[in-house]
């Protein structure tokens, strides 16, 4: 345990470390953004509006 709290200290002082878990950050932000518009509810997800899209390009061209 001591080691591994110890390779944390390096990890935190290291620059390279530190810009890597930065990026972790951020992707973990663009993933929870990208789930939450896929699987939001009614008619604000992103699923919906594509779905709707897609209906009216769809009828416009006489398809359905």
Not at 3 to 29: H, M, P, R, W
Request: charged share 15%; hydrophobic share 50%.
């Amino acid at each position: 345990m001591r080691k591994f709290l110890d390779n944390v200290k390096t990890f935190g002082k290291d620059q390279d470390g530190v810009v890597s878990f930065e990026y972790i950050i951020v992707a973990a932000c663009v993933v929870t953004v990208v789930i939450t518009f896929f699987t939001g509810a009614g008619s604000t997800s992103l699923t919906a509006a594509l779905t709707t899209g897609i209906g009216k390009i769809t009828a416009a061209m006489g398809l359905l």
